[in-house]
């Protein structure tokens, strides 16, 4: 069977794809095998495809795409535990050096030397199998969906950003963007506590999104509304406890402080390719903490316990679901933007 290629910039095709075969010949004792299911599109294989690169990651050569994926195990290896032939599983697509000094301090995910699937040089799962870490593997239970499981790769980014917020009952949140990210971050903060999270975006139609997914969100339309004064009145001139940056916005970047109440807690979670303004007065003035946040680390089960009890709902938010076959398709609409559609995901051939 064939797996989605991204040839070079702006050239996608399905093909066979040996390399991958032989590089997946040789099961670990500590591997399972994982039959793909199903896997989302992410911005971040989008921007591979239109621009060839992201940041100091270059694709160089063919590189198969996808990292959001769900699938079922079909062989384990001789010292697997956890995990049995038929497990419906989730995968935590980056995976450290075990014995690094980062992954021993429980910062796996700041490893330099992490392997994270669909960035050069190493190849995604848009492609039958594949062979995974039992470690990085986690069962669903039977309450979660295939499509639901795919989203959890997503979903650990808004759950790191609220860990790393420290969110407390009843914290008024503002995250701005309401792209994919910005909603499982919303969602995340809901779930962690908060007691109204104010989502920012120019697109109305995402924003009408924002508000369906929780009577808790108010959608703030940043062409027409100031956000720092909208929470402010509504806060009796306090602000946010939590700001949260998931726009990747240069602009939105150097107004993160503005909404932020005083010894309130700022998360960047978009990406800068460039450095941006920081204004570090109004920073100070509120003894604002401020997190970064690289992917996650330690959050995938925690995540599936949320979809499975109904603590969070990201059913909403997968918007399009494409066949295999159609998946250069997928990606050539989803680098279009549609204004409608959060996540698209891929079915692959059962
Ligand atoms: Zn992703």
């Known amino acids: 069977m064939k797996s989605l290629v991204l040839e070079k910039k702006d050239e996608l095709s399905l093909r066979d ?6 590089e997946e010949e040789v099961l670990g004792p500590r591997d399972v095998r994982i039959k793909l299911h199903t896997v ?3 911005g971040s294989d989008v921007h591979y495809y239109t621009h060839g690169r992201i940041g100091p990651f270059v694709v160089k050569e063919p590189m198969i795409l996808g990292h959001e994926a769900s699938g079922v195990v079909i062989e384990t290896g ?3 535990q956890t995990l049995k032939v038929g497990d419906r599983v989730c995968m935590e697509p980056g995976i450290p050096d075990p014995n690094s000094r980062a992954t021993r301090l429980g910062m796996y995910n700041v490893d330099p030397a992490v ?3 669909a960035t050069p040089p190493v190849h995604g799962i848009l492609r039958p199998t594949c062979v995974h870490p039992e470690a990085f593997t986690f069962k669903l239970p039977d309450n979660v969906s295939f499509a639901e499981a795919a989203m959890v790769e997503p979903l650990a980014v808004g759950v790191h950003a609220a860990t790393k917020a420290r969110v407390k009952p009843g914290d008024i949140g503002v995250v701005m963007g309401a792209g994919p990210i910005g909603l499982v971050t919303a969602l995340s903060a809901l779930a962690a506590g908060c007691a109204r999270v104010y989502v920012t975006d120019l697109a109305e139609k995402k924003l009408e999104i924002a508000e ?3 009577p808790a969100i108010t959608g703030v339309n940043v062409a027409k509304e100031d956000v720092a004064a909208l929470v402010k009145r509504h806060t009796e001139g306090w602000g946010a406890d939590l700001v949260f940056e998931a726009t990747g916005s240069p602009k ?3 107004q993160v402080f503005e909404p932020l109440a005083p010894g309130g807690c700022v998360v960047m979670i978009g990406g800068q390719p460039d450095p941006v303004s920081y204004d570090a007065g109004a920073a100070m ?3 604002a903490r401020v997190e970064n ?3 996650y680390a330690h959050v995938f089960p925690r995540c599936v316990a949320m979809l499975s009890s109904g603590a969070i709902d990201v059913k909403p938010l997968i918007t399009r679901t494409f066949e295999f076959e159609d998946s250069v398709r997928a990606f050539e609409i989803a680098a279009s933007a549609p204004p409608a559609d959060v996540k698209m995901q891929i079915e692959l051939p059962q």
Request: charged share 25%.
């Open 17 to 22: 794809f040996p390399a991958i075969d032989r």
């Open 40 to 42: 989302g599109i992410c």
């Open 78 to 80: 001789s010292e697997v």
């Open 115 to 117: 392997r994270f699937w």
């Open 212 to 214: 369906s997914l929780s």
């Open 252 to 254: 939105a970047a150097a």
């Open 285 to 287: 003035v509120r003894e």
């Open 293 to 295: 946040i690289f992917r």
